[in-house]
Every structure is written in structure tokens, then in C-alpha cells.
DNA sequence: CTTATGGCCTGTCAGC
DNA sequence: TGCTGACAGGCCATAA
């Protein structure tokens, strides 16, 4: 099974390749004539050789590599895409930095939905993907509070409102199932319609999951992706929807 | 303002 | 055997 790059999954990569990649210098980029979510930009690619890598930071589901040169690569892994140290030359190798030790960082897409942009760091404070992005869903600004708040006078459901990266950042489909789970709350339920009390539970479920994603390699599995099985706590059979264009699991019993 | 939907993209698999 | 269609998902643009 195929683990879709959310936040868990990013934030261990974030942590992989900082300290492989801080002090590298951009000696060479080779690029893929394929266009990904947004146009590779070619020249501003070009135009990094020389610069030297000094950090990794994350927001969300996005990674921004910082350069010495007031510049950051802003990199996106849609459903597919992977940042990996080894020589490139695969048909989905959309990017490929050649350092000047070491093996090149690669950006892989077999379907494309993920992108590679360059900033300017003055340019970053306003940049749309960064800044329409909602709270931190690890920090100390998820409060219930903060959720109550964004859920007052909401028809939309839970799940849909959860999973909006101007709301909350970092939650996709197979966590936003799983927190629902944990919390015992149903992912139609109009998120206007949960007390505070059931939405402190959700805030602390989403914490948790995430956590244990980036603690181990795969989230806890107790709803996604089970739709032919029965609940693991009550022996309910769980059922699947489609929310949003999702699949969307539940146990009937547990979940209300 | 809020919320929903279409489209992007390819690999896999069920069904004919 | 080879084809077709459905499905998987994040997120932007667009529409209602």
C-alpha cells in the first residue's frame, strides 16, 4: 500500500535529508521537459548552480529547501513525488541536482501532481501557497479553541473542514478518517453541530495520529482503506463513502 | 461570504 | 489478448 505523502511522511522526509543536504552547493540541475502541477522553472533552476544549501523547513505538505543565496526551492509531492539521494535517469525524474559531494537529490513523479518552485526569500511572506495555509496542526495555535471557532455556524462536514489546508495543514485523506475514528465522530457530521467537548477529543486525535506517523513509517490503520472488514473494536462492519470526490470510512457504531 | 465540483496525471485492475 | 473505464489522491481554478 502506497503511503500518500502527508504531513507525517513529509516531516521525516524533512528530516532525512537536512542533514544530508545542509552545506551542499548546487554544482548542476537537470530538468524534465514535463510540466508538473505549476511550469518547472527553468531558468531560476539553472540559476542556482553555485548556491549552497543551509537548511530544510516544512509547512504543511511543503518543503522548502534554503539556499545561501537568499533563495529557497519551494517542492511539493502531490501524490507521487519523492525527494531521493541516487543518480537520476528515470522517465519520471522531473529534477535532479547534481552536488558538489555526494549523490544528486532527485525529485521523482511518476503522475505529476506535485511541483518545484523557486523563491526569493523576500517573496515568501507573500507567497499564495504558503500564506493561505491554515495553523500547524502540531503547534501550540491548534487549540480546540481554534477549531471551535473555524466550526461555528459550518454546514460543511467534518471531514471537508478538516481536511481544508486553510483551516488546518498537513491532514489528507488517510489521516483525517483515522483522527475521525479515534475521536468517535462520524465524517458527515456538520461541523456546526459538535460540542466544544467532541472537538477537543478531535484536536487531540489528530495530534496523536500525526505523531504516530512520524514516530513510525505508516499511520495506525483502524477505518481507511477497510471497507470490506468489520470495526476492529466492535466487530461493525465499516462503511465507505465518497465525501468530496474521497473515499471515506467509518465504523457505523463507534462513530456517531 | 461559503461550499462543491472539475481537472490535472499515470499505473493498476476488473470486466468484457 | 487487448481494450475500456473506474479508481486512487492533493490542490488550484472555477462556479454556484
Not at 559531494?101 to 523576500?122: I, K, Y
Request: net charge positive; aromatic share 6%.
Amino acid at each position: 500500500m502506497v503511503v500518500i505523502p502527508e504531513l507525517p511522511k513529509v516531516e521525516r522526509l524533512r528530516r532525512k535529508i537536512e542533514p544530508e543536504l545542509r552545506g551542499r552547493t548546487i554544482v548542476g540541475v537537470a530538468t524534465s521537459t514535463h510540466n508538473l502541477r505549476a511550469s518547472l522553472p527553468q531558468s531560476r533552476l539553472q540559476a542556482l548552480k553555485g548556491s549552497r544549501f543551509i537548511g530544510v523547513r516544512r509547512r504543511g505538505k511543503y518543503l522548502l529547501l534554503e539556499l545561501d543565496s537568499q533563495q529557497a526551492v519551494l517542492v511539493h509531492l502531490g501524490m507521487t513525488g519523492q525527494l531521493v539521494f541516487r543518480l537520476g535517469g528515470d522517465k519520471h525524474d522531473h529534477v535532479i541536482f547534481e552536488l558538489d559531494a555526494g549523490l544528486p537529490l532527485v525529485f521523482n513523479d511518476q503522475r505529476r501532481f506535485g511541483m518545484v518552485l523557486v523563491f526569493n526569500n523576500g517573496d515568501l511572506a507573500t507567497c499564495p501557497y504558503l500564506t493561505r495555509t491554515g495553523v500547524e496542526p502540531l503547534s501550540a495555535a491548534f487549540t480546540p479553541r481554534y477549531l471551535w471557532e473555524h466550526c461555528q455556524r459550518r454546514q460543511r462536514p467534518i471531514k471537508n473542514l478538516i481536511m481544508d489546508q486553510s483551516v488546518v495543514v498537513g491532514l489528507g485523506n488517510i489521516y483525517a478518517n483515522e483522527a475521525l475514528f479515534g475521536a468517535g465522530i462520524r465524517p458527515t457530521r456538520p461541523a456546526g453541530r459538535l460540542s466544544p467537548k467532541r472537538l477537543r477529543e478531535l484536536v487531540r486525535h489528530i495530534s496523536i495520529c500525526l505523531r504516530v506517523g512520524i514516530d513510525q513509517e505508516n499511520p495506525l490503520r483502524f477505518v481507511y482503506g477497510r471497507g470490506d472488514e468489520n470495526c476492529l473494536v466492535c466487530d461493525t462492519p465499516i462503511v465507505k463513502v465518497k465525501m468530496a470526490g474521497r473515499s471515506t470510512f467509518y465504523c457505523p457504531r463507534c462513530q456517531r
